[in-house]
């Protein structure tokens, strides 16, 4: 048996309780942290208040050589650990598609995501978001300005009326976190009037939601990681309201329909 296990957003306590229990039966447990990390904790912390040992892969660990991980799941109840929900990597479908070639019964138990958590903190309604797109930092795509896999998507969600989550870089090797006002920077170059609105350590018992331009945001700070950046759409009246009261939005600046 090989079990997907979502962490949540934040730290060891984020877990779902039916995540835990699965977790205190298995007999191995493997993570990654490449794709996202539990910023409120250590993999001590997590090793020590969930009482087992922690097998961290890297992003060749899982996608090249998950061999070891796969053959011990043939004869043993095998975890496998990632922040948020355990699903929302294409790394993570592979891998358990992997498992049903060998016939290894797999098993998935969810966590919070960023994209939920942040819909329930701006109080933009989950079903008026469009397609997300992640923000890199600029020495990792190596060309001038915005990735059109950025602008592209922004534009075709505000043409569309819809809200835009951007997810904001992560070099977990290199332990660097791309913060929202170096986001908001980045984006005032295209967009430098557009609103958006920052979210910050959701998960955490005291995450932040705050609006204003992109010009506006690239000059405030927004504290420790994660960040990430929504841009809001067509907003209905209550969606409005949320933003307004929320997140201190300007009620001139929105598009209220």
Do not use: W
């Not at 910023?39 to 050589?65: C, F, K, N, P, Y």
């Not at 557009?194 to 910050?200: H, Q, R």
């Not at 005291?206 to 990681?225: H, I, N, Y």
């Amino acid at each position: 048996m090989l079990t997907f296990i979502g962490l949540g957003l934040y730290d060891e306590r984020s877990i779902t309780v039916e995540g835990r229990d699965a977790l205190q039966a298995a007999d191995r447990v493997y993570a990654e942290f490449y794709t996202s990390q539990l910023i409120g904790t250590t993999i001590d912390d997590l090793e020590s208040s969930h009482d087992l040992e922690i097998d961290v892969r890297d992003r060749a660990g899982v996608e090249q050589h998950p061999e070891d991980m796969l053959e011990a799941a043939e004869d043993e109840d095998i975890a496998f650990l990632t922040a948020g929900d355990t699903m929302i990597s294409t790394t993570h479908v592979d891998l358990r598609l992997r498992a049903h070639e060998r016939g290894i019964e797999t098993r998935v138990i969810h966590g919070v995501t960023a994209q939920t958590a942040t819909s329930s903190l701006t109080g933009l309604q989950n079903y008026r978001f469009g397609k997300a797109t992640t923000l890199p930092f600029p020495y990792a795509h190596g060309a001038e300005g915005l990735p059109a896999s950025v602008t592209e998507t922004i534009d075709k969600n505000r043409a569309d009326g819809l809200h835009t989550v951007v997810y904001l870089d992560i070099k977990a090797e290199r332990e660097e976190y791309m913060t929202a006002d170096v986001g908001a920077e980045l984006l005032a170059e295209e967009y430098p009037d557009l609103v958006g609105v920052v979210v910050a350590r959701a998960g955490s018992p005291e995450p932040l939601v705050e609006a204003g331009t992109m010009t506006e945001l690239a000059d405030r700070e927004f504290g420790d990681p994660l960040h990430l950046l929504v841009i809001p759409g067509e907003c209905h009246l209550l969606e409005a309201d949320a933003l307004i009261e929320l997140a201190g939005a300007d009620r001139e600046t929105l598009d209220i329909v």
